[in-house]
């Protein structure tokens, strides 16, 4: 069965950083393209960054040149560290996998970016 489980959020000042961290069971990371999407009250969900392999990495332009997403396999994590967070950047985020045509979330960790 697949399963993801985020950590890692909480509340952090404005310019601060935090690690996400996910979790994966039924399933090899090295296997499939892991994402971060996160959804802000009253807005659509936002894909953040996509890994495939070490060197196969992408981001999406609001986190872009602040954030790294990286795999470990060993663990069958995934984790997105984001530096000088924004208040604009208050949202659940999540980690996905698109297995054999279905898209498995987790339950998101909330990051709250304030003073």
């Known amino acids: 069965q697949v399963q993801l489980v985020e950590s890692g959020g909480g509340l952090v000042q404005p310019g601060g950083s935090l690690r996400l961290s996910c979790a994966a069971s039924g399933f090899a990371v090295s296997t499939y393209a892991m994402s971060w999407v996160r959804q802000a009250p009253g807005k659509e969900r936002e894909l953040l960054s996509t890994?495939?392999?070490?060197?196969?990495?992408g981001y999406g332009d609001s986190v872009k040149g602040r954030s790294t997403i990286s795999r470990d396999d060993a663990n069958n994590m995934i984790y997105l560290q984001i530096n000088n967070l924004r208040p604009e950047d208050t949202a659940v985020y999540y980690c996905?996998?698109?297995?054999?045509?279905?898209?498995?979330w987790g339950p998101g960790t909330q990051v709250t970016v304030s003073t």
């Open positions: 890994i495939l392999s070490s060197t196969k990495t």
């Open positions: 996905n996998v698109l297995i054999s045509g279905d898209f498995h």
